[in-house]
């Protein structure tokens, strides 16, 4: 037996030390999810408490086959998804159905200059709008497809599309800011 299926085993015996070992294993890395979702580190930190607590209630629903952390991540990402649905008081996505928008597949990725801190990159991240930021984090880092993440939100794979870009567009408008202040200097 593994380590993390030994792991596994002490959690489903509801040992607090193997509880605790999972908890500071996965934390930092569940963490960094977190922050991606949430708008500030207090509701990373809120998202995280609620989605261990899923974690260690739906562990025998783990099958052991596939990757735990994996299993873990999805977890983590739906819970944060859920929160968002639940305590978002306006719609997350504007609807691009009845508008006029061009919508191109353009390879336009984001790059990160490596002078950039991560810290104020996930800074750019969380600033986004909420539906930017959903769909920007599921596409990205999830690496969801279109199709997906509608089936996902219940939207359409367009205005998918849509946010993403916006997203992107935001982003790469406030790098270019970060760039112009840091030139001047």
Known sequence: ??????????????????????????????????????????????????????????????????????????????????????HVNRPLFSSIEDQDVQITEENDSV????GIPVEAMLALVQQLPDGYRIIFNLYVFEDYSHKQIAEELSISENTSKTQLMRARAALRKQLALITEKSEVK
Request: net charge positive.
């Open 111 to 114: 790059t990160v200059d490596a």
């Open 1 to 86: 037996m593994n380590e993390e299926a030994k792991l596994i085993e002490g959690c489903l015996a509801g040992k607090r030390k193997a509880q605790s070992e999972l908890y500071q294993r996965f934390a930092p890395r569940l963490y960094g999810i977190c922050l991606r979702y949430a708008s500030g580190r207090a509701e990373a930190e809120d998202l995280l408490q609620e989605g261990f607590i899923k974690i260690f209630s739906s562990l025998q629903s783990y099958s052991g086959t596939g990757s735990f952390e994996g299993w873990m991540r999805r977890i983590i990402v739906n819970n944060s998804l859920n929160y968002i649905r639940a």
